[in-house]
């Protein structure tokens, strides 16, 4: 068997930090924002079946979500308002995110690459999922600006107000009730939340 550096790769997901571009008063890695989106997406999925009726699958929603942002192991967490500003850079920056999971995926024995592929390479069959997972990243960007708030660093509140917009702007049941039945948690002290 062929000696492989693929969760050693992934473990370093934690010296990756994120919100470059801002002050934080507490830092946050990608391997604590992919934890944080995948339980959220795990969430909205129970949501998803509980609630609205959908046949939709929490456990694998949960799995690919904790992988969604492992591309940054190998490029960096590129700035959002840097990843997005034109259609190009956009583009450009995909091609680069696929380049590193398909790097990363080499990194394992082949007999894992049916089991690990569709967790790193999105696939069309699985879009459903992955606007789950897009939609608990921009949840737990939106929580990470009301933590941030809250320790009383005003660097985020601008991200904040776009990050609700983009929320809102979703247009996602599932969504909507996470963010009525769940999200006012996040605001209050440890106390307050008996």
């Not at 550096?5 to 994120?18: E, G």
């Not at 909205?44 to 609205?52: A, C, D, N, S």
């Not at 990843?83 to 190009?88: E, I, L, M």
């Not at 939609?135 to 600006?145: G, H, L, M, Q, R």
Request: net charge negative.
């Amino acid at each position: 068997m062929k000696k492989s550096n693929f969760f050693a790769f992934i473990s370093r997901m934690k010296y990756i930090n994120r919100w470059g571009l801002m002050r934080s008063i507490k830092e946050e890695n990608v391997s604590e924002h992919s934890l944080d989106v995948a339980v959220i997406a795990h969430a909205l999925t129970i949501i998803q079946k509980k609630r609205l009726g959908k046949n939709s699958d929490p456990h694998k929603t949960a799995l690919y979500a904790i992988y969604h942002d492992a591309s940054e192991i190998l490029t960096g967490d590129m700035p959002t308002p840097v990843k997005y500003f034109n259609p190009s850079i956009k583009t450009a920056y995909k091609e680069v995110e696929l380049s590193a999971v398909k790097s990363l995926l080499k990194l394992l024995p082949e007999d894992f690459y049916d089991d690990y592929e569709p967790v790193l390479i999105p696939r069309e069959e699985d879009s459903e999922i992955w606007k789950t997972i897009k939609a608990a990243d921009k949840i737990s960007a939106y929580i990470k600006c009301i933590e941030e708030e809250k320790s009383g660093n005003r660097e985020f509140i601008k991200a904040k107000q776009s990050l609700f917009k983009e929320i809102n702007n979703m247009d996602r049941q599932d969504v909507k009730i996470f963010m009525d039945e769940f999200l006012e948690g996040y605001s209050l002290t440890l106390d307050e939340m008996e």
